[in-house]
């Protein structure tokens, strides 16, 4: 059955009145609906996660609930009244990926620093893709003594830092980039594969019967497995498909948790003091195909050797294969983790701003976001209720933001669209 909007009678798209030029609201005001129920999106798909780990918080759902009726009634919301509910929405996905951390690390075990192997060896294999570490941990246990080796993908990657899962020695490490990859390494890993959340393209015939989904995730044509307690499926498919073959590629890392950087505090405040670390870089976000992404590989490999890159989500996947070495012993790379673990960022950097005893907003900090999809909106509302200045998005602005809404968070908040990597890293410096 079609959507509809009962105002106006026409067809809605899936997005009720939010849809511009439907029922003849404000652009910006429409504008600002949208991305609240993006923003929505992405705390609900945080809150699910979370709520798997037994984490729930009543305030979270009466605040989707009331932010939800605001984009479906006709009432005629106020500008001023959006944007203070957009606030709301940022400091409610705070509280999320607060719960989500908790629930993983109390889970999981504290992420630890560690080099992930890449590539594949061999033997039969699986390659999980997606948020859901219950997902990955169910398969390693179910497939834990039957020669069947076990990869994770995209922003599975942080897995591999986790005690609880690295324990598993079948889980031999990662295998591919960013979602947006899938097409050509899915074809190449040649066994099945196993999508636990959303980030999944609608797969070619050529591995179309590889592909299993499972959870809220699902994909036409493909076979999902409703639950996880019983992987036998496809751990029979990938002992059919027998070994794969010997393919090594460079290590990367990941696995710098706010605890396990936190407890490098003395030295890093002691390098800054010393004039060693000079400035912080936040480079990562939602990566994705379009032309200018590489912005970021290049923004990263200008950046100066006495500067620490933080980064996170699948956006690593543009440079976290390079080497960037270490000042006194303070590695200069800190991937922190999957997207929801922007929460790490937060809390380093307002503990580095307790340390100097300055504003968060003072510190030798540049935050350069790459914005993609609904967990990045919500992510970005966090910032924007933190007060957070002078962020940098790209490498386009979204088209659900309008000029003029977009001119009010440049005046509000000093934000700014990416531009030239040369011309941006020297304004950063200068701060």
Known sequence: MAMF????????????????GVCGKDEDVQSLMDTLLFGLKGIAAYAYHARLLGRTDPEVDAFIEEALFKTLTNVDFSQEDLW???MKAGMINLKVMQMLDAGNTEHFGLPEPTKVRTGTVKGPGILVTGHDLLD???????????GVNVYTHGEMLPANAYPELKKYKHLIGNYGGAWQKQKKEFDEFGGPVLVTTNCVLIPPESYKDRLYTTSVASVPGVKHMAERNDFSEIIEHARR???LPERRGPDVWTGAHHKAVLSLAPVIIDAVKAGKVKHFFLVGGCDGATPGRDYYTQLAEKIPQDSIIMTLACGKYRFNDQE??????????????????SYSAIVLAVELSKAFN???NDLPLSIVLSWFEQKAVAIVLTLLALGIRNVRVGPTLPAFITPNNWKLIQDRFGWKAVGDPDSDLKDMLKG
């Open 136 to 146: 990955l941990e169910a398969l390693l246990r179910q497939t834990e003594g039957t």
């Open 84 to 86: 203070n509910t957009l």
């Open 358 to 360: 300055v504003e968060v």
């Open 324 to 341: 960037f070495g270490d000042i006194g012993g303070i590695p200069r790379f800190l991937d922190l983790g999957q997207c929801n673990d």
């Open 241 to 243: 498909i027998g070994d």
């Open 5 to 20: 909007c009962n105002q106006c009678q026409q067809t809605a798209r899936g997005i009720a009145c939010t849809v511009r």
